[in-house]
């Protein structure tokens, strides 16, 4: 079983910072895009930021300039810096972890966490 545990959520006022991190199974994070996806209250999920096994990095149009996602294959860790955090911000966050093998698909998600942007 592949495993990511997520940390970093919590309650930030409009402007703030956080950092989110995912750690994930050794054994699968170096050869997995990893991807940190969003879902508020009566919205579908959507992907905020990818990152690839290569470190090509993809991000939604609506956190360009403010999030950063990064990875260390060390610590099989990928990180979400969530800088002038909105209110819009506002939804659980889950890591996702994408491998691929001989034509397969693999996805994991975790457990999400809670990221509220409020004054």
């Known amino acids: 079983q592949v495993q990511l545990v997520e940390s970093g959520g919590g309650l930030v006022q409009p402007g703030g910072s956080l950092r989110l991190s995912c750690t994930a199974s050794?054994?699968?994070?170096?050869?997995?895009?990893m991807g940190w996806y969003r879902q508020a209250p009566g919205k579908q999920r959507e992907l905020v930021a990818a990152i690839t096994s290569g470190s090509d990095t993809n991000y939604a149009d609506s956190v360009k300039g403010r999030f950063t996602i990064s990875r260390d294959n060390a610590k099989s860790t990928v990180y979400l810096q969530m800088n002038s955090l909105k209110p819009e911000d506002t939804a659980v966050y889950y890591c996702n972890s994408r491998t691929v093998i001989a034509g397969d698909v693999w996805d994991y998600w975790g457990q999400g966490t809670q990221v509220i942007v409020s004054s």
């Open positions: 050794r054994s699968i994070f170096s050869i997995s895009a």
